[in-house]
């Protein structure tokens, strides 16, 4: 891990505010994910973090990659166009899913020539496809329990299970083929109930589709979700593994490919802010901290995705309760309304916040003329 005097010699000579990504602690992360999980290929979730330099760490480390736009097919096409092996034509979909349920005319026309792997959840989508991109491969997204998720996405995508089949045939009718079936539980799901609903849920599925005469399917995507050891109360990976583990081979036989497209888990704890305290304040009686990073910027996680992060300074001293607020005018702007830190520290002092790889550089503004933190790459 990237150790606190490195953190501070790293702030001194660049500045702040920093984002500092550690590439071992990626590959790390996949090594555990591949460790737990030996049947299933890793799809990462680059909208966690598109950083270029992380896809081609995870790519050197055998990841495949799940994108949801066309930028985001670009920055990994980019990279591994020049890599792969052309012996096999779709040699590019074992390394590239795009699971937006959801794409624009002009999207699938420009994935068209790539013959993708796309996902769908409705029959505007078939028609679609059909016409735009009519060489894609298809993966159903179903509707899955997304209970106690941190950041639910049921609401949004999914068919419901007991339209699956009918969505399957209505695409083998149009001439396309359903390879198999995707589902998200929630992202950070610390109730693992949900992946054995889902699994089982996908698993009737496949079984009413064969019984209806449609045997085309070979493949499932167990999506993200895979809780970051944010705090100690989240089980840890290898609890949730071998459930997955468990579900996966007693429903599914040997052929069925297994993917999953983690994001969060995989980068969440690869990377560290740091920033610094450029104002200090009393406010009805509360202390705080003005820094030069906020919810505009790497701290966009306490919006967008329900997270809380915690702020450790570099020195000890007496606590107390305060306040921290991001560099912008906006009120919204605020990092944490209750965080332990050292009474005494000043201006110009250092703060630093673990853990925040994940959903947090990637929705980067620059709101009130503030740029996004720098990015520094280490053990790359
Ligand atoms: C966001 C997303 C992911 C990644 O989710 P995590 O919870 O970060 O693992 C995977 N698949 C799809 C379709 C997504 O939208």
């Given at each position: 891990m990237v150790t606190r005097s490195a953190l501070k010699k790293l702030a001194k000579e660049l500045g702040t505010p920093l984002f500092v990504v550690d590439h071992d602690a990626l590959?790390r992360n996949?090594?555990?994910?591949?460790?737990?999980?030996?049947?299933?290929?890793?799809?990462?979730?680059?909208?966690?973090n598109?950083d270029?330099a992380i896809?081609?760490?995870?790519?050197?480390?055998?990841?495949?990659?799940?994108?949801?736009?066309?930028?985001?097919?670009?920055?990994?096409?980019?990279?591994?166009?020049?890599?792969?092996?052309?012996?096999?034509?779709?040699?590019?979909?074992?390394?590239?899913?795009?699971?937006?349920?959801?794409?624009?005319?002009?999207?699938?026309?420009?994935?068209?020539?790539?013959?993708?792997?796309?996902?769908?959840?409705?029959?505007?989508?078939?028609?679609?496809?059909?016409?735009?991109?009519?060489?894609?491969?298809?993966?159903?997204?179903?509707?899955?329990?997304?209970?106690?998720?941190?950041?639910?996405?049921?609401?949004?995508?999914?068919?419901?299970?007991?339209?699956?089949?009918?969505?399957?045939?209505?695409?083998?009718?149009?001439?396309?083929?359903?390879?198999?079936?995707?589902?998200?539980?929630?992202?950070?799901?610390?109730?693992?109930?949900?992946?054995?609903?889902?699994?089982?849920?996908?698993?009737?599925?496949?079984?009413?589709?064969?019984?209806?005469?449609?045997?085309?399917?070979?493949?499932?995507?167990?999506?993200?979700?895979?809780?970051?050891?944010y705090?100690?109360?989240?089980?840890?990976?290898?609890?949730?593994?071998?459930?997955?583990?468990?579900?996966?081979?007693?429903?599914?036989?040997?052929?069925?490919?297994?993917?999953?497209?983690?994001?969060?888990?995989?980068v969440a704890t690869a990377a560290v802010a740091v920033s610094k305290i450029i104002?200090?304040?009393?406010?009805?009686?509360?202390?705080?901290y003005?820094i030069d990073d906020g919810?505009?910027h790497t701290f966009?996680g306490?919006?967008?995705?329900?997270?809380?992060y915690h702020l450790k300074a570099f020195s000890k001293g007496?606590?107390?309760?305060?306040?921290v607020?991001g560099?912008?005018?906006?009120?919204?702007?605020?990092v944490s309304?209750?965080e332990e830190l050292p009474?005494?520290l000043e201006l110009g002092d250092l703060l630093y916040s673990e853990n925040i790889g994940a959903?947090s550089h990637?929705?980067s503004?620059?709101?009130?003329?503030?740029?996004p933190a720098r990015v520094v790459h280490i053990n790359q």
């Amino acid at each position: 891990m990237v150790t606190r005097s490195a953190l501070k010699k790293l702030a001194k000579e660049l500045g702040t505010p920093l984002f500092v990504v550690d590439h071992d602690a990626l590959r790390r992360n996949y090594a555990t994910f591949k460790k737990h999980l030996p049947r299933v290929q890793a799809y990462y979730a680059v909208k966690a973090n598109s950083d270029p330099a992380i896809v081609k760490t995870l790519y050197e480390a055998g990841a495949s990659f799940d994108v949801a736009s066309m930028p985001e097919f670009k920055v990994v096409h980019e990279y591994i166009k020049g890599m792969e092996p052309k012996q096999r034509q779709d040699w590019i979909w074992d390394k590239i899913i795009y699971a937006n349920p959801i794409k624009a005319n002009e999207t699938l026309r420009e994935l068209d020539p790539y013959k993708p792997l796309v996902t769908y959840d409705n029959y505007e989508e078939i028609r679609k496809i059909k016409k735009y991109a009519p060489h894609a491969g298809l993966a159903l997204r179903l509707r899955v329990p997304n209970t106690g998720a941190m950041a639910e996405l049921s609401s949004k995508f999914g068919a419901a299970p007991g339209e699956a089949v009918d969505l399957i045939l209505a695409a083998e009718k149009a001439g396309l083929v359903v390879e198999g079936l995707s589902f998200h539980v929630g992202s950070q799901t610390t109730n693992f109930e949900n992946y054995v609903q889902a699994i089982n849920l996908a698993a009737n599925v496949f079984r009413e589709a064969k019984g209806r005469g449609y045997t085309k399917m070979n493949l499932l995507d167990i999506g993200g979700g895979f809780p970051a050891p944010y705090d100690p109360t989240v089980k840890p990976f290898r609890v949730l593994a071998k459930i997955i583990n468990r579900e996966i081979h007693r429903l599914f036989p040997k052929n069925i490919q297994i993917l999953a497209e983690p994001g969060r888990f995989l980068v969440a704890t690869a990377a560290v802010a740091v920033s610094k305290i450029i104002g200090k304040a009393v406010r009805d009686g509360k202390l705080c901290y003005y820094i030069d990073d906020g919810v505009y910027h790497t701290f966009s996680g306490v919006i967008f995705d329900h997270c809380h992060y915690h702020l450790k300074a570099f020195s000890k001293g007496p606590t107390q309760i305060c306040s921290v607020f991001g560099p912008t005018c906006d009120a919204l702007d605020v990092v944490s309304m209750a965080e332990e830190l050292p009474a005494d520290l000043e201006l110009g002092d250092l703060l630093y916040s673990e853990n925040i790889g994940a959903y947090s550089h990637a929705s980067s503004t620059y709101f009130n003329g503030f740029p996004p933190a720098r990015v520094v790459h280490i053990n790359q």
